[in-house]
């Protein structure tokens, strides 16, 4: 007891852990009492439990588990946080209970696991019971189905999910335990119970035995559905209803058990299966195979895979495509059912997915129904009907009234037959009249059809239509028909079974009864709910109130829309007795308050007020008694109130609880009276018309406004009239016009206006205005009576209103602003923007009694008289009543007999009652169209013109109000056209010429009138044939060019080709269809119409149906409204919801890989003539993953119309989607270039514009389109350059200069010189004119491959037969001329006298124009760059993104744009004469002349000898590409001229100038005019880059952003440069040095660090360097970077971290000696190391404070010496005391070292090795002879000596090679050698020397010929040339003197003598005097190159020495500057 009594004391929670289990039985005891006496479900006392439920479940012992199991049930039923141990527990019970011997602890588990589901934990407690069916122990598997089981009997098949379940259950059926088989046996039953044959399927497989078991078991099933008896804690509110009935003992209700039994679909249950990947390899091939056999094969495979009962989606349109193709095209009768079969198993293990291949298969399928053998017709009616439910009757309805016509009677009764089974599919939502109209159409024609199978067919589908429909519906489709017809229908509509035994509509609308007996329950739930707010806020009821309510409002909604806002969701209250209101008022208010309100003292009233006020404000809304209040407010003396002050605090506070309270009418009526009364007060005025919009928001304001009209009339004050109209008018503009009721309105205006005030006139006018902004020109109907100078008031207020379309209301009545904010909102705004029609507002008279039988009589008198009196009375009762309904009895027909009267005066009088009757009865008129509409037309044939002028303006007035898509269908106007009467056909056609250009679309019936216009374009009448002609495009615009073509085959053979040629005409004049649709009344209401249709769809009628009447705002709503009518409210929601997600999904990646698919060819290439099958459904594949599939079924769909919505959602969404628009820009490209296929103007506008916009988007976000891109889609935009259409030619050339934004002009070039190869000339002179465009914005680069070839192509066009194409190619050709002049001839070719003449003659003309008017050349060239804004962008164009490096490169591209631009501008001022080119003008540079004489000292040098003529032998140029050879002139001296800008002081100039020099290196096939130009280039870019260091950086004035700027370009053009190695390796030693200087010194500048833009700069900068390393030559960029080494070891003041740096560029360039080794000079390298060795020894190298650079020449000398071996020893010919050398001891020893190492190794190679010596040795005495003989062409003396020396070494070794003695050398030496080479040559041959002019002149040479033509030797020219530029300073000499001299001189090409580092102010020197020379050498006047004389030759030299002068002062200016 001891024990016992130590836990007894134990806290409940520690005992039920307690290790003795009778402590644990007393816990678990205590603790089931204490959960069942807890009342507080969140009381903190069930936290303490959270962990140890598992262990109640789970105990050991079996008596205390018992126990344990009771408190946890307990515990899950009470504790609110029971549903976080859901898991743990079920699954303690599932593992513990379950298996447990005793029946009590099984049950208790069971009851556990149900109370969980109970609290909504059904998906955790359905896994574990799941996971416990995998239990070993069958007793655990029992137990759960078992609790399945009842889980599904008590809570039901839409809590318990079955899926899983259904999945799990064959297993159990083969377990080997009985127990379990028949448990799940009962589970089988129970799952049947709730889901019926659903679950078949599933068990297919399963023994028979058991299945017929099952079978048995399942029959005995009661019918009734089952209900659920046991509800969630959400569901209380289904429970209370659940045991209502149960005492009632009721049946529920009959909709709810068909949801209930329709629950669970068989499919969803079902797994998927991949039948693709099990399809036989060989299946394609054997399809096709010739022996049936093996086709039937095949078949019999795919049967059997396509009997799954659900197939797993992926792309079948190969498979479905062959299926197809069998069924079509198959012989054997038996394979085609096979195949139908198979299709049909696709569609049903599909379903949805099959969709979008049914168009494809169903016209094929109907096509085959002229086969015969049941078993064939059989099977192809299964596939049809699957497939049918795959997809909708609307997309099938093109394809199935094509075979409606067919002359197969089997066809059209099979098509009739599958009509029939596809309406019982429909519902009357789903057959809307668009869908319907055409079918019955064609069916009537078949129920007069010869075959009687044909016509009980379509009996049987017209009945189907009227059950499904109703009779009301279908009946205006069957006018024509007989009684006996229509009888026959009516008894099919009888026989018809609707699936799953609905009625239809059609019998007596039951389905609407049901709905309308649905609808009450909630809507009269709301009041009760909402009266007595406090009382019924608790638990689910509240959350849930909001449900039933917008069922009702949806109901209502549908019963009819003008009620909608009176009746839907309204709050009402009774009277309350003054008794209970002060009551209620006592308690919410002070009692002080209370007492004061009817105080004698205002003050005390105004207090009162006061407190009133703040009571109401800090009142929560539910609990304020609005009637209450406002009741009080009215106490004594109540609206009397005499204090302006008190009155106007009680107006506010009536405002405040109209807008904080539930307010309803009841309160509103006890306060109106005295607002109305206090409005015209002008105190209190404003605050009464607050309180009237405040009431109106709560109340509605068409409710409000009617009584506070008739208030403001009862009474006799003129002032609260007036303000009472006022305020009603700007409360219309606020609220919009939903819902207004006019007539309440109007007799109050009357009065109104015809009142003495004028205050109340104005303002009775003013409301009118207002008015007439929502109602239009019908409103003014209501007062014609009116006086003429007041109706002359209204119409100049009426035509102030013209024009401005109705404001959107700002203000919304409250339940919209909470509740149904979505729903009314968008009614509201459809309301106010013509959603509903504002004549359906008029109230309209039935006239139908009226029209009396003696009044029809009278009508049809046979005395002319009697007629006329009968029709004046018509006229007259059509007057009296204004607006009437649609019925008018016998009348149409009455009127009808009338029009075919032999009294033209009655005839006429007819007609106008006619219009009359149009603007009376408004859209109701469509059902009158058949019976009367078309005898109007009838008239159309008279003879008098003035009886057929009153038919057409009849018909007009007509279609006003009905539109024209009635008027066009079924063959109504065809019959009438083959009436042959020539008046009417003139009429009719030109009535139709002057409607079918507004149209949108058309029905197809119009077709049926096309063999008429075809006849009367041969008509003998001239007007018919006028008017047909005129007609013709018009019809073409809607039925296209390729329909009416084909229905020429049914002309007379003789007509056809002048019909033909008639249709080729109208080809050209064809009207672009319209993209909005007619407006009338002004743009009334568009623009909120416009933006409420951009941000919702339309509902799907009009969707569907795409009338271009159904938007006019008259005769249009009738069809909207019918739409609402019919489709509850919440459809349209839905489809927004769906449609509201992005259109374009990004995937990574995605479109690289099919960058990849397509080139690996895995997927086809986008390039057609036109687009296929096979292209189409590639796209969509690819579409699918990436693109919303709404979006994807609209770009897809037949209908044009859809394509426009869908474009324009796509505009829409562009801006806030432009990445993942991005991501699928090749998809989206490739659907438009689809589109430039249609014929249909309207889509193609509406592309274009898209395209725009998107490559404005493009541009924007600085996207370049990749090659694939382009490949797909710029060729066939180039197609659409040449349509016929101005328009969309303009808009194409607009897009191709946009295009040049985004992909580089030199790549648009080729696609545009292929579009000149088109047979459309319009193409091909657009084509050209845009050559020329880009030509004179790009210049000649942009000319691919080269400007010769494209020139000659482009030549050739002018000799075209097309004027515009010959003229184009001239302007062309211009362009080049005004770019390169006169080189343009040669680049042409030749072309014939003719063309040639016509070129000269356009050439002399542009100059002229050019000479003559020199200022305005200007303006137009500034005018031409704005013309082609793309101009300023090409150049950066020239790669795509992905090629940048580095973002710095991007931000580099977009300088270079500004640059562009800059550049452009400076150009077209400074220099107009010479477009787009510079010229090397050095006073343009200097801008400065007055400076050029300031330094006489340099002109003493004697130049005379300068003045002696001398003979050249033939230079040879450096070799160019040879396009460019001809243009070298103009390019050098450009190059130059650019170059020397780029070391500007002037930022924007360097800017510019880099941006010109990039634009020429990114065009790898242009750079190579950079060659030569190298060095200059470089030095020109360090100097920048020292004066951005010392300089720029320093000068606080400048933005740092500009300094980046150029850095940016700066880097950027070095990359571009070094990435050409080609021109990378011209880079001297010297050069490379000072630009590796400045990037690493630019590098540690701690300046650029600091600025955020400064570690982009630095990233950059390592690239450049890289590239430096990587494509420099190698000798030269390893002798700088040693020659730097040793300049930082001497110098001390340098930072260690730049020798470092320099360090690193060593090792990377000794890491890649390997490769490189072969290339290097050795000698040169080695001399380098000499050097520094000299300066410091082994020792001092060892003293500095850092080893690296001692490790560095080591490692670099020991890689050398392992690379060449002991060949290194013969590379030291630099070195002039080799002996001395250090480097030499260090390197024998090296090589001795590795020797001894290699050992064996070296003998093995022996042989190798053996004659590869010899090549180095030989190598070696090589180097040192031509070293020797190079020396002495350096030197004065001994020049020509050398010069024959190196021309006989030559001859004896002709495989010598001396370009490494040449390529370092500059360009004048390597020029200088060749030609003394080649003068040698010709000398010893004896050869005459060469002295053609022209040639010189082509060259750039000097004449060389003297005045009296005396030869001078050429040595003699050469030494005075040497000897000149020597003295000149213009040889690379140093400014140190002449000691250095003579060994600079052979620098750059002698490697035997020591090369010394140039400094860049030497070599900018340098490189200046040649450019200098290249101006003299290549004179500018190319045309006079011939022609000049010998005194030129005289004058030549002399103003040579000028020009040498002043560039030697400018020289020396520059130096002085920049010091």
């Known amino acids: 007891m001891g024990d016992d009594s130590e836990w007894m004391k134990l806290p409940i929670d520690q005992k039920c852990e307690h290790k003795v289990w009778k402590a644990r039985l007393n816990g678990y005891e205590e603790a089931l009492q204490l ?79 149900l109370m969980y589901i109970e609290i909504e934990k059904t998906e955790v407690v359905q896994d574990e019971l799941l996971k416990g069916l ?16 009842k889980a599904l009997c008590e809570f039901g098949s839409k809590i318990v999910t079955l899926k899983p379940v259904v999945k799990v259950l064959p297993k159990q059926f083969e377990s080997r335990e009985k127990a379990v088989r028949d448990e799940a046996k009962l589970l089988a039953v129970e799952i049947y119970r709730w ?39 959400s569901q209380q509110d289904l429970k209370a209803k659940f045991q209502q009935q149960q005492a009632k003992g009721e049946q529920s209700d009959e909709e709810e058990e068909e949801d209930t039994v329709a629950a669970v679909d068989a499919y969803e249950l079902l797994e998927a299966v991949d039948i693709l990947s099990k399809l036989p390899k060989d299946f394609y091939d054997k399809i096709e195979a010739k022996k049936w056999q093996e086709r039937k094969e095949v078949l019999e495979t795919v049967d059997a895979l396509t009997k799954n009962p659900k197939l797993e989606g992926g792309d079948y349109g190969d498979l479905v495509r062959a299926l197809k193709k069998v069924v079509g095209k ?33 016209p094929t399928i109907l096509d085959k129904f002229k086969e015969k053998k049941p078993q064939v017709v059989q099977a192809l009616q299964e596939a049809v009907d699957a497939i049918f439910l795959t997809t909708t009757l609307q997309n099938l309805s093109e394809d199935i009234l094509a075979v409606m016509d067919n002359k197969n009677p089997s066809i059209k009764q099979q098509a009739s037959l599958f009509l029939a089974r596809s309406f019982r599919h429909c519902a009357q939502a789903t057959l809307p009249k668009s869908v319907l109209k055409p079918f019955c159409a064609a069916l009537i024609k078949q129920v007069n059809d010869s075959a009687p199978e044909v016509r009980d067919a379509a009996f049987e589908a017209l009945g189907t239509a009227m059950k499904v429909v109703g009779e009301k519906v279908v009946n205006p489709y069957l006018a024509d028909l007989d009684k006996l017809k229509l009888d026959k229908i009516k008894e099919c509509a009888d026989k018809v079974e609707l699936l799953g035994g609905k009625k239809g509509a059609g019998g007596g609308g039951s389905v609407n009864k049901k709905q309308a007996a649905k609808v009450p329950p909630p809507a009269a739930e709301a009041p009760s709910k909402s009266s007595a707010p406090p009382k019924k806020t608790s638990g689910g009821a509240s959350s849930k109130s909001a449900g039933p309510p917008k069922k009702g409002k949806a109901a209502s909604a549908a019963a009819g829309k003008p009620k909608k806002t009176t009746d839907s969701k309204e709050f009402t209250e009774s009277e309350l007795s003054a008794e209970v209101c002060e009551e209620q008022a006592a308690s919410v208010l002070p009692a002080s308050c209370v007492q004061q309100l009817d105080s004698a003292n205002w003050k005390e009233r105004l207090a009162s007020m006061e407190e009133f006020q703040k009571a109401v404000e800090t009142l929560d809304k539910t609990t304020i008694p609005c009637q209450a209040l406002v009741r009080m407010l009215a106490k004594k003396p109540g609206w009397k109130e005499t204090n302006f002050q008190v009155m106007q605090m009680k107006l506010y506070i009536v405002a405040l609880i109209a807008q904080k309270g539930e307010f309803s009418k009841t309160s509103a009526s006890v306060v109106l009276d005295g607002l109305v009364d206090k409005v015209g007060d002008i105190k209190c005025g404003g605050k009464a ?45 606020e609220f919009g016009f939903a819902g207004i009721n006019v007539k309440g309105f109007i007799n109050n205006v009357k009065t109104a206006l015809g009142a003495t005030n004028p205050a109340v006139r104005t303002a009775a006018i003013t409301l009118l205005g207002v008015m007439h902004l929502y109602m239009g020109a019908p409103l003014r109907m209501f007062f014609e009576d009116e006086k003429p100078a007041l109706l002359a008031q209204i119409d100049s207020e009426f035509e102030k209103m013209q024009g401005q379309s109705p404001p959107a209301p700002t203000r919304f009545t409250k339940k919209t602003s909470n509740e149904e904010e979505g729903d009314n909102t968008e009614e509201q705004e459809e309301a106010d923007s013509g959603g509903k029609d504002i004549m359906d507002l008029l109230p309209r008279t ?48 009455a009127l009808k007999g009338r029009l075919g009267d032999s009294n033209k005066i009655l005839v006429q009088q007819s007609l106008t009652i006619l219009q009359q009757l149009a603007t009376a009865m408004g859209p109701g008129l469509k059902q009158h169209i058949k019976a009367l509409g078309f005898a109007i037309i009838t008239v159309l044939g008279d003879s008098k013109a003035n009886v057929r002028a009153a038919a057409l303006a009849t018909i007009q007035s007509w279609v006003e109000q009905t539109g024209m898509k009635e008027w066009l269908e079924g063959e109504d106007l065809s019959d009438e056209l083959k009436r042959e009467n020539p008046f009417m056909r003139q009429e009719i056609f030109g009535w139709l010429a002057e409607k079918l250009p507004t149209m949108r679309t058309v029905p197809a019936d119009l077709m049926l009138t096309v063999p008429q216009l ?128 992005p259109l374009f999904t990004f995937i990574p990646n995605a479109k690289e890989q099919r960058i990849k698919e397509e080139k690996q060819l895995k997927i086809l290439k986008w390039n057609f003539l036109t687009p296929r099958d096979e292209y189409l459904e590639q796209l969509k594949t690819q579409m699918s993953t990436c693109f919303a599939k709404w979006l994807q079924e609209e770009l897809f769909h037949v209908d044009f119309q859809r394509h426009v919505k869908a474009i324009n959602i796509m505009i829409e969404r562009l801006e806030n989607e432009s990445d993942a628009t991005i991501s699928c820009l090749d998809l989206i490209l490739k659907w438009f270039t689809l589109r430039f296929f249609d014929t249909n103007t309207t889509v193609l506008m509406k592309v274009l514009e898209y395209l725009k916009l998107l490559f404005a988007m493009l541009n924007r976000e600085d996207y370049h389109l990749t090659e694939y891109e382009a490949n797909s889609f710029i060729p066939y935009l180039i197609l659409k350059v040449g349509e016929s259409k101005d328009g969309v030619r303009k808009d194409v050339r607009s897009m191709l200069t946009m295009l040049c934004k985004v992909y580089p002009a030199s790549k648009v070039f080729p696609y545009l010189m292929d579009g000149t190869k088109s047979k459309n000339s319009k193409q091909r002179a657009e084509c050209l004119e845009e050559l020329g465009c880009l030509i004179e914005g790009y210049g000649m680069n942009v000319c691919q491959p080269t400007p010769a070839k494209c020139l000659k192509e482009i030549a050739i066009h002018i000799g075209d037969r097309d004027t515009s194409v010959r003229n184009a190619a001239l302007n062309t050709v211009v362009a080049v001329y005004n770019v390169c002049g006169d080189q343009v001839y040669k680049l042409i070719g030749n072309l014939s006298e003719k063309d040639m003449s016509m070129l000269e003659e356009r050439v002399k003309r542009s100059s002229a124009k050019k000479n003559t008017a020199a200022p305005p050349k200007q303006s137009a060239n500034e005018r031409s760059q704005r013309d082609h804004p793309a101009n300023h962008n090409g150049t950066f164009l020239r790669k795509s993104t992905p090629e940048d490096p580095n973002k710095l490169k991007i931000m580099y591209r977009t300088y270079r744009i500004q640059a562009r631009q800059n550049a452009q501008h400076s150009e077209s001022s400074h220099m107009p004469t010479i477009p787009r080119e510079f010229q090397l003008d050095l006073d343009m540079i200097e801008m400065d002349q007055s400076r050029v004489c300031e330094l006489p000292d340099l002109v003493q040098h004697k130049l005379d000898e300068l003045l002696e003529p001398v003979v050249i032998p033939e230079p040879k140029m450096r070799a160019v590409s040879p396009h460019f050879d001809d243009l070298h002139n103009s390019t050098a001296s450009t190059i130059n001229f650019v170059i020397s800008q780029v070391a500007s002081g002037d930022i924007n100039t360097s800017i510019q100038a880099l941006a010109q020099i990039d634009e020429v290196l990114w065009q790898e096939n242009k750079a190579e005019v950079m060659s030569g130009h190298i060095d200059q280039f470089l030095i020109a870019t360090f100097m920048q880059l020292r004066l951005l260091y010392n300089t720029h950086m320093a000068d606080d004035r400048l933005d740092k952003k500009d300094i980046f700027k150029l850095y940016s370009c700066i880097l950027g053009n070095m990359l571009s440069l070094f990435s050409l190695e080609s021109l990378a390796r011209e880079a001297s030693m010297g050069v490379l040095k000072d630009l590796m200087h400045g990037l690493i010194t630019l590098m540690l500048d701690s300046r650029v660090e600091d600025i955020e833009e400064g570690q982009q700069v630095i990233r950059s900068i390592n690239l450049v360097i890289v590239r430096v390393l990587e494509k420099s030559d190698q000798t030269n960029i390893t002798s700088a970077l040693l020659v730097m080494l040793q300049d930082t070891l001497v110098s001390t003041a340098g930072s260690p971290m730049f020798s470092e740096l320099v360090m690193k560029c060593l090792w990377r360039l000794i890491r890649h000696l390997p490769e490189t080794i072969n290339t290097i000079n050795l000698d040169r390298i080695l001399f380098d190391v000499h050097n520094i060795m000299k300066v410091f020894p082994k020792e001092k190298l ?85 070293s020797e003989i190079f020396k002495k062409i350096g030197s004065k003396e001994n020049t020509k000596e050398g010069l024959t020396e190196l021309y006989e070494y030559k001859q004896k070794y002709t495989d010598v090679d001396l370009e490494p003695f040449l390529k370092n050398s500059s360009l004048f030496f390597q020029s200088y050698v060749e030609r003394g080479l080649r003068m040698i040559e010709s000398e010893r041959d004896g050869k005459p020397r060469i002295q053609n002019p022209t040639v010189i002149a082509q060259h750039g040479a000097d004449n060389s010929v003297s005045s009296n033509h005396e030869e001078v030797k050429p040595a003699v020219y050469y030494e005075r040339l040497k000897i000149l530029r020597q003295r000149q300073g213009l040889e690379n000499t140093s400014r140190s003197g002449g000691d250095d001299e003579a060994k600079r001189a052979p620098n750059s090409s002698l490697p035997s003598s020591k090369p010394p580092v140039a400094s860049s102010t030497d070599m900018l020197q340098s490189k200046l005097s040649q450019l200098k020379e290249s101006r003299e050498l290549y004179p500018q006047e190319h045309n006079n190159a011939q022609s000049r004389s010998t005194s030129q030759a005289h004058t030549r030299p002399t103003s040579t020495a000028a020009n040498l002068d002043e560039l030697k002062k400018r020289l020396e200016r520059i130096k002085s500057n920049r010091q």
């Open 35 to 113: 959960f069942q006496r807890i009342d507080d479900e969140k009381s903190s006392e069930w936290g303490k439990y959270l962990g140890l439920i598992k262990k109640f479940v789970t105990e050991s012992n079996a008596v205390a588990q018992l126990k344990g199991l009771e408190a946890a049930l307990a515990y899950v039923e009470n504790a609110h946080v029971a549903g976080k141990t859901a898991g743990d527990v079920v699954s303690g019970v599932v593992t513990k209970v379950f298996n447990q011997p005793k029946a009590r602890a099984k049950e208790l588990g069971t009851d556990i696991c």
């Open 134 to 149: 995998d239990n070993k122990n069958p007793k655990i598997v029992v137990a759960c189905i078992e609790t399945l089981r």
């Open 195 to 233: 889901i019926r044959d659903a679950l078949k399927p599933s068990l297919q497989h399963i023994n028979s035995v058991l299945l017929k078991e099952l079978d048995e078991e399942w029959v005995k099933i009661p019918s009734t559905p089952p209900k659920q008896s046991r509800f969630l804690r």
């Open 330 to 362: 198959d012989a054997n009768v038996m394979l085609v059912s096979m195949a139908a079969k198979c299709l049909a198993g696709l569609a049903t293990g599909l379903r949805k997915k099959f969709g979008t291949y049914a168009g494809q298969v169903v």
């Open 689 to 733: 018309k607050e309180g009237m919009t405040a009431i109106a928001v709560a109340c509605s304001l068409p409710w409000t406004a009617e009584q506070v009209v008739s208030l403001a009339f009862a009474q006799k004050n003129p002032k609260n009239q007036a303000e009472t109209l006022n305020w009603l008018a700007n409360a219309m503009k």
């Open 846 to 893: 039935d006239i139908s009694n009226k029209v009396t039988s003696d009044l029809v009589s009278k009508i049809g008198d046979k005395n002319w008289k009697i007629r006329k009196e009968g029709l004046d009375e018509v006229a007259a009762i059509i007057s009296e009543a204004k607006f009437i309904t649609a019925n008018v009895g016998d009348l149409p027909l």
């Open 1014 to 1141: 075809y006849a009367c374009l041969e008509d003998r009448n001239g007007d018919v044939r006028k008017k047909a002609q005129d007609a013709l495009p018009t019809f073409m615009m809607h039925l296209g060019y390729d329909k009416m073509e084909k229905a020429t085959s049914k002309v007379k053979p003789s007509s056809k080709d002048q019909v033909v040629a008639a249709l080729e005409k109208a080809r050209a004049v064809m009207p672009a269809k319209p993209e909005a649709p007619a407006k009338t009344r002004g743009a009334k209401g568009e623009t909120s119409r416009s933006a409420s249709a951009s941000r919702s769809q339309p509902s799907s009628e009009d969707f569907v149906d795409n009338k271009p009447e159904s938007k006019k705002v008259k005769g249009g709503f009738s069809a909207k409204k019918g739409a609402s009518n019919k489709k509850p409210a919440a459809k349209s929601i839905k489809d927004d919801e769906d449609k509201s997600g």
């Open 1742 to 1826: 060892k003293q500095l404070k850092s080893d690296v650079p001692h490790r560095t020449l080591k490692t670099l000398l020991h890689t050398l010496c392992k690379l060449t071996g002991a060949q290194i020893l013969d590379h030291l010919s630099m070195i002039e005391n080799r002996n001395e050398s250090e480097l030499e001891a260090h390197l024998r020893r090296v090589v001795k070292h590795s020797s001894n190492l290699s050992g064996s190794k070296t003998d093995r190679g022996n042989e190798k090795t053996g004659p590869h010596t010899e090549d180095r040795m030989s190598k070696a005495k090589v180097s040192d002879i031509l």
